[in-house]
């Protein structure tokens, strides 16, 4: 790996950790930063994958108290996590590495809206919530297609997440950030399981992206607290539309 692929990677892994602490929307610049250093699609979507759970992994550690208080609600989504995700990656390794090309810039699309919408999405999803409508299958039905989606590709799932989770969810922000990090956690667990498996991840880049990203994930949340969120928000969403022409385009 050479030197400008190794700060490219390292530079993305730390944005991607901070930002999925802060925000969310980290993995637009680590697939964009392994493709540049001129990794397939595919196995870009699978290194980032792999580089980028050890973070999540340590967020659901922050959230222990609530996964000992609510296990049991935490369990399901662990499972359905684990099933799903399975499934959307057996996909992705089943599926031709022209046609996943032709398919990332419309998923990056959909990240890019789905993440720009998030407030209002959780807004709507919450206040129907209120009103008493019984979103109980449907709910089900939505979250496992998030797990699929997340282990097929994943980019935006965690705001498909909190708006399922919003539907059915009467407990405090913590309660549903605590459960996404749980799910999301057990949707990669198993994608990158396959993901090893099938032989798709790039190993060095995907070394220097887990280290990255744990730092950045545990340093960077002091130093993204002191920028207003909307700009946080508004930088992810340029730099998703502009990922978004580009492969477009390319």
Do not use: C
């Not at 580089?51 to 296990?71: K, M, T």
């Not at 959307?88 to 022209?98: F, M």
């Not at 990240?111 to 807004?123: G, M, S, V």
């Amino acid at each position: 790996m050479i030197l400008f692929d190794f700060a490219l990677l390292a530079g993305a892994g730390a944005l991607a950790g901070t930002l999925n602490a802060v925000a969310g929307g980290g993995t637009f610049f680590t697939f964009a930063a392994l493709v540049a250093t001129g990794l397939p699609p595919l196995t870009a979507n699978a290194t980032s994958a792999v580089g980028l759970s050890p973070a999540n992994l340590a967020s659901v550690a922050g959230y222990l108290p609530e996964v000992r208080q609510h296990y049991r609600r935490y369990a399901l989504l662990a499972l359905m996590g684990s099933i799903g995700g399975g499934f959307g990656a057996l996909l992705l390794v089943l599926t031709p590495a022209s046609a996943f090309k032709m398919l990332v810039p419309y998923f990056l699309g959909l990240a890019t809206l789905l993440f720009a919408f998030a407030p209002n999405i959780r807004r709507l999803s919450a206040k129907m919530s209120r009103d008493g409508t019984n979103f109980g299958l449907f709910s089900r039905i939505l979250e496992a297609i998030v797990s699929v989606y997340g282990g097929y590709f994943g980019a935006g799932m965690g705001v498909m997440m909190l708006a399922a989770l919003s539907l059915t969810e009467q407990e405090d922000y913590h309660f549903i950030n605590a459960a996404k990090n749980v799910w999301s956690s057990f949707i990669q667990i198993f994608s990158v399981i396959l993901f090893l498996l099938w032989g798709l991840t790039n190993w060095p880049a995907a070394l220097v992206i887990m280290l990255a990203s744990s730092i950045g994930g545990y340093y960077g949340v002091a130093l993204a607290r002191l920028v207003p969120q909307h700009l946080i928000r508004w930088f992810v969403i340029l730099a998703g539309l502009a990922l978004t022409i580009h492969f477009f385009v390319n």
